[in-house]
């Protein structure tokens, strides 16, 4: 009963929603890794790379503002259309620029268009699952993500080395091309699950500002991945004098962890029991944060990051089930995940700004910055005021759909 209970999640429309998200993951983690590569190669100076990335991020808290309107007014399955359209077009531009100003311009349009699809994907999973299978819906689908992180700059890595940085990007195209015509195939699947949009724009006032500490999972979840990947490599080496090659094997080795661990983290969970798993996953990634700050010990290091990754795989899935619950029966759900994915994207532009700053001014600083983030981060799970009633009321969006 059990195995047919647990087979039961893997529905058409979701096992094609499982596989749609590896392709957009490994085709977006083929490209970061190589953009700093790419752009000196150019000669492009410090200044306009740092730009690349700012422009990436503008454009997806841009995008995350108004992604909730156009699902009010069309189907978030044509606006996920619209969406890889436009980015595969974008890669194709990308592919035979000369990188300079207009690389980071294209960069920013980038980020637009990933910013759309990564706001429709969050609504189309809460649409594809219901309270008691969320959990666990929520897990794969982060575990969808890790494999293409992992998958991804392999793929990326090899392109890159025999033809050239043009062909990544094409290459990256036909990926999301591959995606686009897997989409256009399962649309209706997916219409008879989400419902019709309701046409009704609502204002982004006081009501969705609400919903944002049922939303201090995700912001973490992303802090923490933006912290690791500016902190991570020049603690390994300044400090604790890995070779830069070695750093890799840490971010490997990481989304190896997560991709295997998400999808049985929230299995079978009620709202009260995600949220204490949450509380407890971050006062660990809080605690380790700190220890990698202040350890000079290899060993000590490398278990405090294998049990934070641990600790992330817990978090994420519940997190994500707690907020997916709290807005599914909601008229506001698209507006709803738009602005809280906005509000994230501005926390990570911060942290881009200063966590680097941070590090010249004291090695340990930005660590400790980013543990007591996720103590202020964790205080909505303790108190329970996480801006939702009757979590464990709520209906999946085909359900309750308008």
Not at 78 to 107: D, K, N, P, Q
Not at 247 to 254: D, E, Q
Request: aromatic share 10%.
């Amino acid at each position: 009963m059990r195995e047919q209970r647990a087979a039961s999640i893997w529905t058409a429309e979701f096992s094609g929603f499982i596989f749609l998200s590896v392709l957009l993951c490994m085709g977006g983690a083929a490209v970061l890794p190589n953009i700093p590569n790419i752009m000196r190669a150019s000669g492009v100076g410090e200044g306009l790379l740092t730009a690349s990335f700012v422009a990436l991020l503008v454009g997806r808290l841009l995008a995350s503002v108004f992604a909730g309107r156009l699902m009010s007014r069309l189907r978030p399955q044509s606006v996920l259309l619209g969406g890889l359209v436009l980015e595969i077009s974008t890669m194709v531009c990308l592919a035979f620029l000369s990188h300079g100003v207009t690389f980071a311009i294209f960069r920013f349009l980038e980020g637009v268009f990933e910013g759309v699809v990564s706001v429709v994907l969050q609504v189309l999973i809460i649409g594809l699952s219901s309270p008691s299978d969320r959990g666990v819906k929520m897990g794969y689908m982060q575990s969808a993500f890790g494999l293409g992180f992992v998958v991804g700059p392999v793929f990326g890595a090899l392109i890159m080395g025999l033809w050239g940085h043009s062909a990544l990007f094409l290459a990256v195209a036909a990926l999301f091309l591959t995606a686009l015509v897997w989409l256009a195939a399962l649309s209706p699947r997916l219409s008879n699950v989400i419902g019709q949009p309701s046409g009704a724009v609502s204002r982004l006032d006081a009501k969705l500002l609400l919903r944002l500490p049922a939303y201090s999972g995700a912001v973490l979840q992303r802090l923490s991945l933006v912290a690791l990947s500016m902190l991570l490599p020049m603690t390994l080496v300044d400090r604790l004098a890995f070779k830069a090659h070695e750093v890799g094997y840490f971010f490997t080795f990481s989304a190896v962890i997560t991709t295997i661990l998400m999808p049985f983290t929230a299995r079978r969970v009620t709202d009260a029991q995600a949220r204490t798993r949450v509380v407890w996953a971050m006062l660990v990634m809080c605690s380790c944060f700190i220890l990698m700050g202040v350890t000079r010990d290899r060993t000590a290091f490398a278990a405090a990051f294998a049990l934070e990754t641990a600790a992330f795989g817990v978090m994420v899935p519940n997190a994500m089930k707690v907020f997916g619950d709290s807005i599914a029966s909601s008229p506001d759900r698209a507006d709803i995940v738009g602005t809280c994915s906005a509000a994230r994207e501005f926390i990570n532009i911060a942290a881009t700004f200063t966590l680097v700053p941070m590090y010249f001014l004291h090695a340990t600083l930005p660590w400790f910055v980013v543990g007591a983030a996720c103590v202020l981060l964790v205080v909505p799970y303790v108190t329970g005021r996480l801006a939702f009633a009757a979590a464990a009321q709520s209906a999946p969006i085909g359900e309750n759909g308008p």
